[in-house]
């Protein structure tokens, strides 16, 4: 099987990488800063008449005096690879996208704020809840996707109104260079969203939600628990099991065990059950996978279960079992009411 017609040129795929190297290198760790970037279109504007050569030694100037070894190096060596004028206009339009890629993202990452919102009144410890991390996350890439497409679409349209307060000559300018840049066969747009897409993914992993682990962390704070009395331990009679969350209530001993899917993990808890000092054992999870087999070995072996509210009310069989929980119902006054199980 073979594509007709799909085949780029080598000039064309050669100048496309030229820019796309440009916009990866100055966006990467190693790269510019805000203020390097505004410093160095500075003295582009100052000497615009001048030979690019010029305005490169220029740059070359500027830039020692950047501390960082590993930025002054891969800077400097970005600089040697521009070859004549058109590798330094595609030079000087990265750092003029990259001056305004914090608002493009911005304008991505508002998505994730109405997502909050909409979910201000779902449990944490619910299905429902758990998904709004991923959609929120795929929602941000597929919004910044949506956002990079249309801010493209201005500048082919020559439309000068799509960002509020800003300078209508620093936008004719961005369109001028958007322009000459498309006269060399460069595709702005597929080429900025490479990057961009990189960017978006980093800030996703900055801004992730919290785990299900802190979220779980985070009710028990709110039930009224001292964080300084929640602990993460090993069993003393079984050092292979770790418990997640320990603590006491009125001298009462509590282990929790906290994972999204229980798996095998499960078992570890059952054989330590036999050996353990702990008062009150509980498995937390999202019980996805919780079989009415699994939910039956668990809760007969002295150890009570708390699971998505969704899960709970949809398996008639954890109704019915003892020692299930909805996670609902993770109250103080739950916890209180828990008594030591005996093996069956």
Do not use: C
Request: proline share 2%; hydrophobic share 40%; net charge positive.
């Amino acid at each position: 099987m073979k594509l007709n017609n799909l085949q780029i040129s080598k000039e064309k795929l050669d100048i496309n990488f030229k820019f796309y190297l440009f916009l990866k290198e100055l966006n990467s760790t190693t790269g510019v800063k805000e203020k390097e970037i505004n410093k160095l279109l500075s003295l582009y504007y100052l000497h615009i008449k001048s030979d690019y050569k010029n305005i490169i030694s220029l740059f070359q100037i500027e830039l020692e005096t950047i501390k960082n070894y590993d930025r002054l190096h891969s800077l400097s060596s970005l600089l040697l690879i521009i070859s004549d004028s058109i590798d330094f206009f595609l030079f000087i339009f990265a750092l003029k996208l990259l001056q305004i890629k914090p608002l493009i993202l911005q304008e991505a990452k508002y998505i994730n704020y109405s997502h909050v919102i909409e979910n201000k009144n779902t449990h944490p410890l619910s299905i429902e809840y758990d998904k709004i991390g991923k959609n929120t996350a795929y929602y941000t890439r597929v919004n910044g996707a949506l956002i990079s497409l249309i801010f493209f679409q201005h500048l082919e349209n020559n439309n000068i109104n799509f960002i509020k307060d800003a300078n209508h000559f620093y936008l004719k300018d961005l369109i001028k260079d958007y322009h000459q840049v498309k006269s060399y066969r460069v595709e702005p747009n597929q080429i900025f969203m490479i990057m961009f897409s990189e960017t978006i993914n980093q800030s996703i992993k900055s801004d992730a939600g919290i785990s299900y682990e802190d979220r779980i962390y985070n009710i028990l704070i709110s039930l009224g628990i001292n964080k300084n009395n929640i602990k993460k331990v090993h069993d003393l009679a079984d050092k292979s099991t770790e418990f997640d969350f320990f603590f006491e209530i009125d001298n009462i001993s509590y282990g929790i065990g906290a994972k999204r899917t229980l798996r095998e993990r499960y078992k570890q808890f059952i054989k330590t059950s036999i050996t353990s000092q702990i008062d009150i054992m509980i498995e937390i999870t999202l019980g996805l996978d919780l079989t009415l087999e699994k939910a039956k070995t668990i809760s007969q072996h002295g150890v009570y279960i708390f699971v998505a509210d969704e899960i709970y009310f949809s398996r008639d069989y954890l109704k019915i079992l003892p020692n299930i929980y909805p996670a609902s119902n993770l109250t103080i006054n739950t916890l209180k009411s828990l008594k030591k199980l005996p093996l069956n």
